[in-house]
């Protein structure tokens, strides 16, 4: 990119601008003087307040003169020295383009002035406003140390930050990180002008962390030193024309610019184009990388006609033909590292031979425009969103509903389980009639499927000590052992000699410096549980400027992760599963997942790492990333709650608490479990964000299991009714009733363990309960039927027992004696 389609870019209001020191030069404040910087300032300030002091320190000197004058005096001579009068034709000119978004350090007010005065109106923000309220919006202006206009006695000690140099604080950083990172990653050119890097280095890593950066950063300066010019060339290109040489320029470009001359680009969506991919050699190697590792080689995945790369799985063919017709939305379900990933990647490229492929890769204020731009495509259209419960909670969700078309199909995916709690919310969010929604379940392989898996696993030797097995004994393991399910065939590969000694070089990696420990760990546990963090999330909350030589042309650490632009990744969940659950690594991965609460905690105004924060927090999920079976399981679970307890985000939240609550029960502790369920309950009361549903459901789990634990029976009849009452009378639909139901497979323990206490009037209610049981298992399987989903497992067996239950007692009551 040169200057002049930068240009093009500022003028299509996608680009961004810094504001330096060097931006105000020429100006004029109240005293008709140039604003002062760094030593000149203080310099005044000495000869003002009649000061007897030779250091230049700014804040020295500050402190010194509001004890010498007060801070009234103190914030007059600023005002003075900051409050614009007058500004030049260059900073009016650059002031009034239409800026995303404008960041400077400068304290004074001319872009605000400049623009007013041309009837354009700029919000200002300073470090200290809250950020959740800003940032999507256009047109402002962020003053990163402090704002001339809004200098009072509250902010001059808190917000106002006077310094030799012009520079963003560590502080302020912290704090803005995020939003400066999406806004760089986003806009289309960034702009400097009068910004020196030379002192800044919190700017030098938030572009130093994605390398594409540097192409599109331009640092407008004049006469800049040696050291600046060097550290300017490092990180962008430089043009040292001055504000007012680039002021010209801009001038000459308007004289040609069209609106939106420059096409379109997706900013949350990627397209998938075939015609990228060229035939390539096919290796055994990639056969291999692809079945442990999840890595695909797009090459040979589009153009591979035999299906010699990967085994395609039968219900394709029937997809596509679903989505060429009627049906709207495909849902594909499947647990952990049962190969939903790569059934997705080969639909896309199925799918391509009849429309165009776009796919959700991130959710913020540019996803309007990009459906905005796919909506104008005049071909079928295909729009993927993988885990889609990550993006259900967001604010800019509902526009999918606003470009619903005949031409636009959508292939949502996510984890089995999560699609159970997330389905209902998903189909009411899009408003896709039952009938128009498919959901695929692909967790188990069919008898073709099995059959060419067991062909792959021959053909490369993995069987170990089945090698030997007839064709019809291997095809038994994998169905009876292995449950036809790709995540546990894998993990019985992995003990082969072949793959083992591939996993122990892993393990030795995670056993050498603790930078790559740390990032091998967070990358599993990105992959494990999909946060959906790119590479620059991660090295923010690991603190880490940049990936190192040393990790990236790591023989080892290459085979096992994809490096691409802003992106490493494993995309085979399970091998991180394996090794974490198979290894002890479990106090350092718990020291892990703190540090990624305490820096996420920090930027929980952005709706992506909220998200990210409710889904580490989740029991379910902490259960699957430490190894429940290890001895240590209790105090690993008890020490992430604890250590991050008191974070801004979970302190008064009530998911925080109930997933507390919840691993307490896990453990049996039984006491704190209750006092967590309070708490949840407690904030619950003006907490809108968590359904009544989930505290209702674990409220009588709490009841049924901790009165089954100390055989209480004297409360038992009290606690079964209260726990039946919340179960019953929840208040999900018919269709996600599940949630609720599953607290019912405590009613046959009870059944055995209690019922014979009860007396008659209670043995009645209890069959009437389990009665009402039956009767929403049924709503909930008619539900079901109607949107075509398979009745959850864990209900099945809930209604077998149920059906248990109420058959044994009517029996009972039959086989009593009749009193005459």
Same mark, same amino acid.
């Given at each position: 990119?040169?200057?002049?389609?930068?240009?093009?870019?500022?003028?299509?209001?996608?680009?961004?601008?810094?504001?330096?020191?060097?931006?105000?030069?020429?100006?004029?404040?109240?005293?008709?003087?140039?604003?002062?910087?760094?030593?000149?300032?203080?310099?005044?300030?000495?000869?003002?307040?009649?000061?007897?002091?030779?250091?230049?320190?700014?804040?020295?000197?500050?402190?010194?003169?509001?004890?010498?004058?007060?801070?009234?005096? =103190? +914030?007059?001579?600023?005002?003075?020295?900051?409050?614009?009068? !007058? %500004?030049?034709?260059?900073?009016?000119?650059?002031?009034?383009?239409?800026?995303?978004?404008? %960041?400077?350090?400068?304290?004074?007010?001319?872009?605000?002035?400049?623009?007013?005065?041309?009837?354009?109106?700029?919000?200002?923000?300073?470090?200290?406003?809250?950020?959740?309220?800003?940032?999507?919006?256009?047109?402002?202006?962020?003053?990163?140390?402090?704002?001339?206009?809004?200098?009072?006695?509250?902010?001059?000690?808190?917000?106002?930050?006077?310094?030799?140099?012009?520079?963003?604080?560590?502080?302020?950083?912290?704090?803005?990180?995020?939003?400066?990172?999406?806004?760089?990653?986003?806009?289309?050119?960034? +702009?400097?002008?009068?910004?020196?890097?030379?002192?800044?280095?919190?700017?030098?890593?938030?572009?130093?962390?994605?390398?594409?950066?540097? #192409?599109?950063?331009?640092?407008?300066?004049?006469?800049?030193?040696?050291?600046?010019?060097?550290?300017?060339?490092?990180?962008?290109?430089?043009?040292?024309?001055?504000?007012?040489?680039?002021?010209?320029?801009?001038?000459?470009?308007?004289?040609?610019?069209?609106?939106?001359?420059?096409?379109?680009?997706?900013?949350?969506?990627? @397209?998938?184009?075939?015609?990228?991919?060229?035939?390539?050699?096919?290796?055994?190697?990639?056969?291999?990388?692809?079945?442990?590792?999840?890595?695909?080689?797009?090459?040979?995945?589009?153009?591979?006609?035999?299906?010699?790369?990967?085994?395609?799985?039968?219900?394709?063919?029937?997809?596509?033909?679903?989505?060429?017709?009627?049906?709207?939305?495909?849902?594909?379900?499947?647990?952990?590292?049962?190969?939903?990933?790569?059934?997705?990647?080969?639909?896309?490229? #199925?799918?391509?031979?009849?429309?165009?492929?776009?796919?959700?890769?991130?959710?913020?204020?540019?996803?309007?425009?990009?459906?905005?731009?796919? &909506?104008?495509?005049?071909?079928?259209?295909?729009?993927?969103?993988?885990?889609?419960?990550?993006?259900?909670?967001?604010?800019?969700?509902?526009?999918?509903?606003?470009?619903?078309?005949?031409?636009?199909?959508?292939?949502?995916?996510?984890?089995? $389980?999560?699609?159970?709690?997330?389905?209902?919310?998903?189909?009411?969010?899009?408003?896709?009639?039952?009938?128009?929604?498919?959901?695929?379940?692909?967790?188990?392989?069919?008898?073709?499927?099995?059959?060419?898996?067991?062909?792959?696993?021959?053909?490369?030797?993995?069987?170990?000590?089945?090698?030997?097995?007839?064709?019809?004994? @291997?095809?038994? =393991?994998?169905? #009876?052992?292995? *449950?036809?399910?790709?995540?546990?065939?894998?993990?019985?590969? =992995?003990?082969?000699?072949?793959?083992?000694?591939?996993?122990?070089?892993?393990?030795?990696?995670?056993?050498?410096?603790?930078? +790559?420990?740390?990032?091998?760990?967070?990358?599993?546990?990105?992959?494990?549980?999909?946060?959906?963090? !790119?590479?620059?999330?991660?090295?923010?909350?690991?603190?880490?400027?940049?990936?190192?030589? &040393?990790?990236?042309?790591?023989?080892?650490?290459?085979?096992?992760?994809?490096?691409?632009?802003?992106?490493?990744?494993?995309?085979?969940? +399970?091998?991180?599963?394996?090794?974490?659950?198979?290894?002890?690594?479990?106090?350092?991965?718990?020291?892990?997942?703190?540090?990624?609460?305490?820096?996420?905690?920090?930027?929980?105004?952005?709706?992506?790492?909220?998200?990210?924060?409710?889904?580490?927090?989740?029991?379910?999920?902490?259960?699957?990333?430490?190894?429940?079976?290890?001895?240590? =399981?209790?105090?690993?679970?008890?020490?992430?709650?604890?250590?991050?307890?008191?974070?801004?985000?979970?302190?008064?939240?009530?998911?925080?608490?109930?997933?507390?609550?919840?691993?307490?029960?896990?453990? @049996?502790?039984?006491?704190?479990?209750?006092?967590?369920?309070?708490?949840?309950?407690?904030?619950?009361?003006?907490?809108?964000?968590?359904?009544?549903?989930?505290?209702?459901?674990?409220?009588?789990?709490?009841?049924?299991?901790?009165?089954?634990?100390?055989?209480?029976?004297?409360?038992?009849? @009290? *606690?079964?009714?209260?726990?039946?009452?919340?179960?019953?009378?929840?208040?999900?639909?018919?269709?996600?009733?599940?949630?609720?139901?599953?607290?019912?497979?405590?009613?046959?323990?009870? $059944?055995?363990?209690?019922?014979? $206490?009860?007396?008659?009037?209670?043995?009645?209610?209890?069959?009437?309960?389990?009665?009402?049981?039956?009767?929403?298992?049924?709503? %909930?399987?008619?539900?079901?039927?109607?949107?075509?989903?398979?009745?959850?497992?864990?209900?099945?067996?809930?209604?077998?027992?149920?059906?248990?239950?109420?058959?044994?007692?009517?029996?009972?009551?039959?086989?009593?004696?009749?009193?005459?």
């Amino acid at each position: 990119m040169d200057i002049n389609e930068a240009i093009f870019h500022i003028l299509n209001g996608d680009a961004i601008l810094f504001a330096g020191a060097g931006f105000s030069h020429g100006a004029k404040n109240i005293n008709n003087e140039e604003f002062l910087l760094g030593n000149g300032l203080s310099k005044k300030m000495i000869d003002d307040a009649d000061l007897d002091e030779d250091d230049l320190d700014l804040e020295y000197i500050s402190e010194l003169y509001i004890e010498e004058k007060g801070i009234d005096m =103190f +914030i007059s001579f600023l005002k003075k020295e900051y409050i614009c009068q !007058t %500004y030049t034709d260059s900073q009016k000119i650059i002031s009034n383009l239409p800026w995303k978004r404008i %960041y400077t350090t400068n304290y004074d007010n001319i872009i605000e002035k400049a623009s007013l005065d041309s009837g354009k109106y700029r919000p200002t923000i300073t470090a200290n406003d809250k950020i959740r309220y800003y940032n999507n919006k256009n047109d402002v202006v962020i003053h990163l140390n402090g704002y001339i206009e809004k200098l009072n006695e509250d902010t001059v000690f808190n917000e106002f930050k006077l310094t030799n140099e012009s520079y963003m604080s560590k502080e302020i950083v912290n704090q803005w990180s995020f939003l400066l990172e999406e806004d760089l990653n986003n806009s289309k050119c960034i +702009i400097f002008v009068g910004y020196s890097l030379e002192y800044d280095r919190s700017i030098q890593e938030l572009i130093a962390a994605t390398e594409k950066l540097k #192409e599109k950063c331009f640092f407008i300066t004049f006469n800049p030193s040696r050291k600046s010019l060097r550290l300017m060339r490092k990180y962008g290109q430089v043009l040292e024309i001055g504000t007012e040489g680039f002021a010209e320029k801009i001038q000459e470009i308007k004289k040609c610019y069209k609106e939106k001359t420059i096409k379109p680009k997706l900013m949350c969506f990627k @397209k998938f184009n075939p015609k990228e991919y060229k035939s390539s050699e096919f290796l055994d190697k990639d056969t291999m990388d692809l079945l442990f590792y999840g890595k695909i080689n797009y090459n040979h995945l589009v153009n591979n006609s035999k299906n010699e790369y990967i085994i395609k799985r039968d219900i394709t063919d029937r997809i596509v033909k679903e989505l060429l017709a009627d049906v709207e939305l495909e849902i594909i379900t499947s647990d952990l590292g049962n190969g939903k990933t790569i059934f997705l990647e080969y639909l896309k490229k #199925e799918l391509s031979n009849y429309g165009d492929i776009y796919t959700l890769t991130e959710i913020n204020s540019y996803f309007i425009d990009d459906l905005d731009i796919i &909506s104008k495509n005049t071909n079928r259209k295909f729009i993927f969103v993988e885990n889609y419960n990550l993006y259900l909670n967001s604010k800019y969700f509902k526009y999918f509903n606003l470009h619903k078309s005949q031409s636009m199909k959508f292939i949502f995916s996510a984890r089995s $389980y999560i699609n159970d709690n997330f389905y209902v919310k998903l189909a009411d969010k899009l408003q896709i009639h039952e009938n128009n929604i498919s959901i695929n379940n692909i967790n188990k392989l069919s008898d073709n499927e099995i059959e060419k898996m067991i062909n792959l696993i021959n053909e490369y030797n993995l069987w170990g000590k089945k090698a030997n097995d007839t064709f019809k004994k @291997k095809k038994k =393991f994998i169905v #009876e052992e292995c *449950n036809s399910q790709i995540r546990d065939i894998l993990l019985y590969l =992995f003990e082969s000699e072949v793959i083992s000694k591939k996993v122990d070089k892993i393990i030795d990696n995670l056993k050498t410096k603790k930078e +790559i420990k740390e990032l091998i760990i967070i990358v599993f546990v990105n992959s494990i549980i999909n946060l959906n963090l !790119t590479l620059e999330n991660i090295l923010l909350i690991l603190g880490i400027p940049r990936l190192s030589a &040393s990790i990236t042309k790591h023989n080892n650490i290459n085979e096992l992760f994809s490096f691409g632009s802003n992106e490493i990744s494993i995309k085979s969940s +399970i091998v991180g599963y394996y090794i974490l659950q198979n290894n002890k690594f479990d106090l350092e991965v718990v020291d892990i997942l703190v540090k990624m609460m305490i820096n996420i905690n920090k930027q929980t105004y952005i709706y992506k790492y909220r998200e990210i924060m409710k889904i580490i927090l989740a029991f379910s999920n902490l259960r699957i990333i430490l190894n429940s079976k290890a001895e240590n =399981f209790a105090e690993n679970i008890i020490s992430f709650y604890e250590r991050t307890k008191n974070l801004e985000f979970n302190k008064n939240n009530p998911f925080f608490w109930l997933q507390y609550a919840i691993a307490r029960m896990d453990i @049996k502790n039984y006491k704190e479990a209750k006092l967590y369920l309070d708490s949840a309950y407690a904030y619950a009361s003006s907490e809108k964000s968590l359904d009544a549903y989930q505290l209702d459901s674990h409220k009588a789990r709490f009841l049924l299991e901790s009165t089954l634990f100390y055989n209480n029976r004297d409360d038992a009849y @009290k *606690n079964f009714m209260d726990a039946h009452t919340l179960i019953y009378y929840n208040s999900n639909k018919p269709a996600n009733l599940h949630y609720p139901l599953k607290q019912a497979i405590f009613y046959h323990e009870f $059944y055995v363990k209690f019922y014979e $206490y009860f007396d008659q009037t209670q043995k009645a209610m209890f069959l009437f309960c389990c009665k009402q049981i039956k009767d929403k298992i049924n709503e %909930y399987s008619s539900a079901l039927r109607k949107e075509g989903r398979d009745k959850n497992i864990d209900i099945q067996k809930i209604d077998r027992k149920i059906d248990y239950v109420i058959s044994d007692i009517i029996k009972e009551i039959k086989e009593e004696p009749v009193l005459v």
